[in-house]
């Protein structure tokens, strides 16, 4: 199969014909000029998050701090042009960036007494100014997160996991549904004009109902949301799910749980404790630290729904396959409808990636290149070829779906793709390039396999597929990709 054509007929938002003869054109046609650039299926992000990266556009952002003094100054002007009264919401902190600059002193204390919450860039752990503290009633523990308290037993602001999303999550004030909704067309936009047509979303179900649902016909791309909503029971969730409207640009595929944590922030749930934290192996969360991931896994596939789980360590994932593994012998699995996704698997044990054989896995290649930085400290050497292991999983009869994880890193597909055909991780410097994919590959992960893995009608260039193209200035197999990456020229969907 080509992964380009170089002109394509289009009916009612359905590729009729690749590289038609001049007798199949019909006479009223409208011509668009490809400027000699190269179209290719219409990419698609197949993990990402619309709703929080969109309101996370209205947030303060605190990426590239080169210091904790840099910090509090980007605060302490964000402050000075806020409404009184309205929370400070900011985030993309990477301590990784302060270099020697350790954390100390009150959080956020430029914003004095207006509530803050600065997440960092992984959203598994976020920092509260004290101000934000008097809204939270703290336990003195809670399964599945971390609350950080200094040598007296005080909080300190940083809350980790289920500490961050359970006790702060909800009472930061959301954002009204009208700026919400703006938000959200403004986010779809931006990812179109990125050269994405579809993106497989992480949503809460409250938001697919106030936010989404009222802008069904005006989304620019099309969105195949998976549920976070994850309390249990899930019934009251799954039935939502299911009665949920289905229409061509936004529909529910799936429900999401979570397995561990972060590598960055050492919650990943790992069989080896870390190089730099001899005593922590990491953690098990909610469902899964409950013990009730296989009962969950079965009711979503039971509802003809796709689980999709979170796992990031290679514990993790190996408590994800057998979960998988077990739901599969009660109940085959005959579609991608209802077919378990592996989200993130950033480490893998050589056993288990043998195990992914016809499974999907849904990576983030721009993840490789963030985490690349710390992961010698964390894994050491030894580790290293579990790491990211995208050629180990395609050998092993993978479907590799490659995102973003945006907010998380950049939603832009071109520095994913680059990432993954280079393996330059962040600051250029290449890592763990064993694993590096052709163009091909790497550009099926962003098309076809997304595509059959989110259940879309597109992903191919071929005749009843839907007519979603992506332009590229540049012809992406010529393309020196270290150099950097080739232009959006323009992105169709159902061919406009
Ligand atoms: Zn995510």
């Given at each position: ?27 009223h ?13 219409g990419?698609?992000?197949a ?64 914003a ?28 003195a ?109 936004l ?69 994800a396959l ?38 999907f ?32 999983l ?71 597929y839907?007519a ?29």
């Open positions: 199969m080509q992964a380009w054509a170089t002109s394509v007929l289009v009916e009612n938002g359905i590729v009729a014909a690749v590289d038609p003869t001049s007798s199949a054109i019909p006479t046609c409208d011509e668009v000029d490809l400027c000699g650039g190269c179209l290719i299926p990419l698609i992000d993990h990402l998050h619309l709703t929080l990266g969109s309101a996370s556009l209205c947030e303060l952002d605190l990426s590239h701090c080169a210091s904790r003094g840099v910090f509090e100054a980007r605060v302490a002007t964000r402050h000075a042009q806020l409404p009184q009264g309205e929370w400070l919401l900011a985030n993309s902190w990477n301590e990784a960036d302060w270099k020697g600059h350790a954390p100390g002193g009150e959080w956020l204390a430029s004095q007494d207006r509530p803050a919450v600065a997440w960092r860039m992984d959203r598994h752990a976020c920092v509260l100014n004290r101000a934000a503290l008097a809204h939270i009633h703290l336990p523990a809670i399964d599945g997160g971390r609350i950080e308290r200094d040598a007296q037993g005080r909080p300190t602001g940083l809350l980790q996991e289920a500490a961050a999303w359970q006790l702060v999550v909800p009472k930061v004030p959301p954002l009204s549904r009208e700026r919400a909704r703006g938000a959200l067309l403004q986010g779809a936009q931006m990812l179109r004009e990125h050269g994405l047509t579809a993106v497989g979303s992480m949503e809460y179900l409250r938001d697919l109902v106030d936010v989404h649902d009222a802008l069904r016909d005006q989304l620019p791309l099309r969105v195949h949301a998976t549920v976070l909503d994850r309390d249990w029971p899930i019934d009251d969730a799954l039935q939502a799910a299911k009665d949920f409207a289905t229409s061509d640009r529909r529910i595929i799936g429900m999401k749980a979570f397995v561990d944590g972060t590598l960055g922030s050492r919650t990943a749930a790992m069989l080896e404790p870390y190089c730099d934290d001899p005593t922590n192996a990491g953690l098990l969360v909610e469902l899964a630290a409950a013990g009730k991931l296989n009962a969950w896994l079965e009711l979503v596939r039971n509802a003809g729904l796709s689980p999709s789980m979170h796992a990031i360590g290679d514990r993790a994932a190996r408590i057998d979960a998988a593994d077990l739901a599969r012998k009660r109940l085959p699995e005959t579609t991608a409808a209802d077919a378990p996704r592996f989200e993130h698997m950033q480490s893998l044990h050589p056993v288990d990636a043998a195990r992914m054989r016809g499974r896995a849904s990576m983030q290649p721009l993840h490789k290149a963030d985490d690349a930085r710390g992961a010698i400290t964390r894994l050491g050497t030894a580790r290293l070829p579990r790491f990211f292991p995208f050629r180990a395609l050998e092993a009869g993978a479907t590799l779906a490659f995102g973003s994880d945006w907010p998380i890193v950049s939603p832009d597909p071109l520095r994913g793709m680059r990432a993954a055909i280079t393996g330059l991780d962040l600051d250029g410097r290449p890592f763990a390039t064993e694993q590096n994919l052709s163009v091909e590959e790497v550009l099926w992960g962003y098309t076809r396999d997304a595509a059959r893995m989110l259940s879309l009608p597109s992903g191919v260039i071929a005749p009843s839907a979603d193209f992506t332009l590229l200035g540049e012809d992406p197999f010529a393309w020196n990709w270290q150099d950097g990456t080739p232009k959006i020229l323009a992105t169709f969907v159902d061919g406009v």
